[in-house]
């Protein structure tokens, strides 16, 4: 069961924002205190499972060849770059950077992660891309039904950062429920956990913000 007092400051926001003619994104802005963020160790970096989604499709890129590649296209994913395609994606840095915008997360059979390191890591890494390693132990298609319900958050070098939970149209319960699980993983990377939670609020598109925590 959701916390009430997140589901009921939802539905507040809700009812005390008008409906525009297009799905409003729902956002958290985070604020942070007490930390040195020029200190790396303390910096907020990290994959988050929403438990319904952000409410609109997200793209899946993976890196894998054989049996792998065609279990990520079956699973529904967007891209699938062979070694070969990676090496192009190398000489082609319009289309890589293309591709990185475009995709929300890529994945990537180990052997493959030291040439997309060498080759793309410089186009991936500054946008919080690099992929997630598939090991042997994983299997490709629930990696990509998970990240399809994720998003990653990045304070960088901030105290304040801001992450999508959702959409207008979506349910507030289901909402608040997201909420829930980002709150819940923020305070269990701080330093001090809840000590180092400022304040966090939540806000539509067009709409006004009200303070979740």
Known sequence: MVEESILNTVERLFEESPQRNFAESVDLAINLKNLDMSQPKYRVDEEIYLPNGLGKDLKIAV???????????????????????????????????????????????????????????????????????????????????SSKNSIRIRSKDKLTFHVAVGRRDMDAERIAENIESIVNRVESVLDKGKQNLKSIYVTTTMGKSLRVV
């Open 63 to 145: 890196f894998a060849k054989g049996e792998v590649g065609l279990q990520a296209k079956e699973a529904g994913c967007d891209y699938v770059f062979t070694e070969e395609d990676i090496n192009d994606l190398a000489d082609d840095k319009s289309r890589a950077r293309a591709i990185a915008n475009e995709c929300d997360f890529f994945i990537a059979e180990v052997q493959y992660m030291p040439l997309i390191g060498k080759t793309l890591g410089a186009i991936l890494g500054p946008r919080g891309k690099m992929p997630v390693p598939l090991t042997p132990d994983k299997n490709v298609a629930d990696m990509i039904k």
